[in-house]
Nanobody, 117 residues
Framework: QVQLVESGGGLVQPGGSLRLSCAASGGTFKIYYMGWFRQAPGKEREFVAGISWSAGRTYYADSVKGRFAISGDNAKNVYLQMNSLKPEDTAVYYC???????????WGQGTQVTVSS
């Protein structure tokens, strides 16, 4: 069982920046993918960004390209640098990881990001 601890959420004004962090621990299988999803009130959870350690690639939703940057280290920590934040970025952000060979998926508890003046 993989445990995920997220941090870095908060209140920021439009145009501001935040950096989210997610630390993974536990489990017996290798993490091959780490990413971020978000869920705004009344909306479905949506993909934001991901990093595949196995493929050596990063992925972004169109809505955040050019503003957000995902990075990580040792397939244990993943970060989301969020710049030029907009009110529509307001949501609970969830860390997501996948392990090999079972392809099991794990979720963090979520961290609130609020963009408001």
């Amino acid at each position: 069982q993989v445990q995920l601890v997220e941090s870095g959420g908060g209140l920021v004004q439009p145009g501001g920046s935040l950096r989210l962090s997610c630390a993974a621990s536990g489990g017996t299988f290798k993490i091959y993918y780490m990413g971020w999803f978000r869920q705004a009130p009344g909306k479905e959870r949506e993909f934001v960004a991901g990093i595949s350690w196995s493929a050596g690639r990063t992925y972004y939703a169109d809505s955040v390209k050019g503003r957000f940057a995902i990075s990580g280290d040792n397939a244990k920590n993943v970060y989301l640098q969020m710049n030029s934040l907009k009110p529509e970025d307001t949501a609970v952000y969830y860390c997501n990881v996948r392990v090999t060979p079972t392809n099991d998926e794990y979720w963090g508890q979520g961290t609130q990001v609020t963009v408001s003046s």
